[in-house]
């Protein structure tokens, strides 16, 4: 039997839309093997349970475009998922990477990480969340005429993403329809400068320009409408002197950054989302420097 233990992401940090990415401390794992014929699928969202699950159509579109000499006479995939779904926390990123590998597992086909990054970002469109989620770290990563470039930003180790994550969810077309067609000079302009100083903050270990720095002309002030608060909560998060706060992916998560220690911004942000007529739970997380891990149980 196969494990893929793959991370949780944060897209966007504020201004690096569609090209910045962080693979985060909280994981979905899938486990995967070969049966004798037809597919099951275990997984405790039953919504999911058919053959429209993201996992299995990402394995099919791995045996259609590898083609590989073996392909499994039948499939078994279980599913535990931590990630909350369409929360903009990269749950779909999670599936449709254990998914490629777990046919290129089940298939004998040993392609590398980046042969499987190429894969999964002609399935989800752009690399910003498959690519942290396979490599871990901050990743900032293009595609460029069918080629993918990408990078390594190393975040310092006592930084904290605190997740404010709610009970609605937000569909990533929902968020994406709500955006300009066009953006002004200026704003390009402001995100191209946010976005270099977001990337200089953390590998200088300069936090305190991250406030600055997590601000954004492209997609926030959009989405925003969308999410019950946003503005009462990321002016609160402001108001306890967090290091800067950002919307997760396309959202409704909110994520605020902190030093480990500063003691007082996780229960205090609770406090004050309590009083919310929507109830959110806070997850206290750091970056995971691993990305996908794959094991092989007897």
């Known amino acids: 039997m196969l494990e893929v233990i793959v991370p949780a992401t944060s897209a966007n940090i504020g201004p690096g839309y569609d090209c910045l990415g962080i693979a985060l401390n909280l994981y979905n794992k899938f486990y995967f093997e070969e049966i004798d014929e037809g597919v099951i699928i275990e997984e405790k969202e039953k919504e999911y349970v058919n053959k429209d699950n993201l996992v299995y159509k990402s394995m099919l579109y791995f045996f259609e475009k590898v083609k590989p ?48 990054l190429k894969l999964a970002t002609e399935i989800e469109g752009h690399p910003d ?8 770290n901050m990743i900032i990563s293009i595609l460029e005429n069918n080629k993918i470039y990408h990078d390594t930003i190393k975040i310092p180790n006592h930084v904290r993403f605190c997740a404010m994550i709610p009970d609605f969810e937000l569909s990533t077309e929902k968020a994406r329809g709500v955006l300009p067609k066009t953006i002004d000079h200026k704003d390009g302009v402001f995100n191209a400068s946010r976005t270099a100083l977001l990337v200089t903050a953390f590998m200088n270990n ?24 946003y503005d009462k909560i990321v002016n609160h998060a402001n108001k306890l002197n967090c290091l800067g706060t950002f919307l997760s992916g396309a959202g409704p998560t909110i994520m605020s950054l902190s030093h480990d220690d500063d ?19 806070v997850k206290d997380l750091h970056c995971d420097t691993k990305g996908t891990v794959v094991n092989l149980i007897d």
Not at 80 to 97: E, M, V
Not at 215 to 222: A, G, N, R, T, V
């Open 69 to 116: 000499k073996k392909i499994p006479k039948g499939i078994k995939i279980k599913i535990l998922d931590n990630i909350p779904i369409c929360r903009g926390l990269g749950s779909s990123a999670t599936c449709i990477i254990a998914g490629l590998m777990g046919a290129n597992y089940l298939s004998e086909s040993n392609l590398d990480k980046n042969e499987i």
């Open 129 to 136: 969340n498959v690519a942290p989620a396979l490599y871990g």
């Open 206 to 229: 300069n936090l305190g320009l991250l406030k600055v720095a997590c601000k954004d002309k492209f997609h926030q002030e959009y989405r925003s409408h969308l999410i019950k608060d």
């Open 263 to 281: 003691y007082n911004f996780l229960p205090e942000i609770k406090s004050f989302l309590s009083t919310l007529e929507n109830q959110w739970i």
